[in-house]
C-alpha cells in the first residue's frame, strides 16, 4: 500500500526557514521522482520542485535559490528546504509521486510579514 506522509509545516516569520519532510512507503523510492507542490487559497496547486532518479531537481522560478529538494534513499524520504521564505510562499504543500495518482495530506505553511 502506497504512503506519503509529509510534516514539517508551520508559522514562521518573514525571513525565517522550515524544511518539510515527506516519508513514503510502498514505492520503488531509489528509482522514484517525486515532486513537492503547493496550493494557496483560491490558487491551483503548481508544482515548486522535482527530484528525478538521476537527481537533476528542477524549480518553480519564484523559489529558485531560496528552497531545495533532496531524497535519503536509506530513509525513504524526500525533504523540501525552504530559506528566505516570503508571505506569498504560504500554502498547503504536498509530496506527491510522480506519474502515480498518489499524493500526501499535505501540510500548511503559513509566513507572516
Known amino acids: 500500500q502506497v504512503q506519503l506522509v509529509e510534516s514539517g509545516g508551520g508559522s514562521v516569520q518573514a525571513g525565517e526557514s522550515l524544511r518539510l519532510s515527506c516519508v513514503a512507503s510502498g514505492v520503488p523510492f531509489s528509482i522514484s521522482t517525486f515532486g513537492w507542490y503547493r496550493q494557496a487559497p483560491g490558487k491551483q496547486r503548481e508544482l515548486v520542485a522535482s527530484?528525478?532518479?538521476?537527481?537533476?531537481?528542477t524549480y518553480l522560478d519564484s523559489v529558485k535559490d531560496r528552497f531545495t529538494i533532496s531524497k535519503h534513499n536509506a530513509k525513504n524520504t524526500v525533504y523540501l528546504q525552504m530559506n528566505t521564505l516570503k508571505p506569498e510562499d504560504t500554502a498547503v504543500y504536498y509530496c506527491?509521486?510522480?506519474?502515480?495518482?498518489?499524493w500526501g495530506q499535505g501540510t500548511q505553511v503559513t509566513v507572516s510579514s
Open positions: 506527491r509521486w510522480e506519474l502515480s495518482h498518489y
Open positions: 527530484i528525478p532518479r538521476g537527481g537533476d531537481t
